[in-house]
């Protein structure tokens, strides 16, 4: 299960972003795909709602106006 983790005030966000990356770098593609099941899992628990919807609009690359 995915664990809550408190940094010390004067890690920067490049450590984090590195200590995660080689987390998830470390994990087997199995390991990978639980986690993002068991982060799902915990948006339905809190949001009452999954992360993300399909909006039928197939992959959108850039906003409108752009």
Avoid at 45 to 63: D, M, S
């Amino acid at each position: 299960m995915a664990t809550l983790k408190f940094y010390p005030p004067g890690t920067t966000r490049e450590q984090i972003d590195a200590e995660r990356l080689d987390r998830i770098l470390s994990m087997t593609p199995n390991e990978r795909m639980h986690l993002a099941f068991e982060l799902m899992a915990l948006s339905l628990a809190f949001k009452k709602g999954p992360i993300k919807e399909p909006q039928g609009k197939g992959i959108v690359l850039r906003k409108k106006g752009i």
